[in-house]
């Protein structure tokens, strides 16, 4: 029977003081912490005076990772899951890691280490309905971008999706094409960061803020209903 555990550890999207009691107790106690960029998680795990054995994994990484993975994983070992911001898996490799683990190593424990969320953490300030949404991960580049942003125009439900600062202003004047001009939106930058800043409103007032184009951004969209 394997007795190796796999935890996806959810870290703060900005502000440290963020992360939760059991999510330091996890890396504390895990033999190996899977990382999305090495530097990023060792900068965060220095400030908690942790100091673990990391290995890469990432959109790239190839199968001798992955048969490192499994062979700590089948031998017994505790491995903790974290990606450079928020929770992994979602809009993140990390579900790639989780399936492959379902599939190939039968019986292996896979727990969730709840925590920050860029999404959930949108929705909670945007004020718009949120018993049901619809989120949408960043913006497919070039040939799919306009019908992303179709989808998010003609959804019913609230709509979240994240967008780089190189691309955001774009974006927003791709909405305001789209949008039904007293549908409201809420534009999250930096979010838990020194520097947060929220922007809310219609499209043309949004437009009217000028919004810095930097740093991290997440849009969430009223619903239509």
């Known amino acids: 029977m394997i007795s190796g555990k796999l935890s996806i550890v959810a870290t703060p999207i900005g ?12 890396l504390r106690q895990a033999d190996v912490i899977l990382c999305e960029d090495t530097r ?7 400030f908690f005076d942790i100091q673990k054995k990391t290995l890469s994994y ?3 990484s190839d199968g001798k990772t992955w048969k490192v993975i499994e062979e700590l994983l089948i031998n ?7 990606t450079d911001a928020g929770t992994p898996g ?3 490799p990390g579900n ?3 399936a492959r683990c ?7 424990r896979i727990e969730p280490i709840p925590g920050p969320s860029a999404v959930v953490s949108a929705i909670s300030v945007a004020g718009f309905k949120s018993d049901s949404f619809l989120f949408l991960g960043f913006p497919p580049h070039k040939k799919r971008r306009k019908a992303f942003f179709d989808k998010v125009a003609q959804s019913d439900y609230t709509v979240v999706f994240y967008e780089s600062p190189h691309r955001i202003e774009k974006a927003l004047s791709t909405l305001s094409l789209l949008l039904d001009p007293k549908r409201k939106i809420c534009v999250c930058r930096e979010l838990t960061k020194k520097f947060e800043q929220i922007y809310r409103g219609t499209m043309s007032e949004i437009q009217q803020q000028q919004i810095p184009a930097k740093g991290e951004f997440v849009v969430v969209c009223e619903s239509i209903k």
């Open 76 to 82: 017994g070992k505790h491995l903790a899951l974290v």
């Open 96 to 98: 790639e890691l989780i």
């Open 15 to 26: 502000n440290l003081q963020d992360i939760t009691l059991r999510a330091i107790d996890t």
């Open 58 to 60: 990432h959109h790239h």
């Open 40 to 46: 990023v998680t060792r900068k965060m795990l220095q």
């Open 90 to 92: 979602v809009s993140d």
């Open 102 to 108: 379902v599939t190939h190593i039968p019986g292996v």
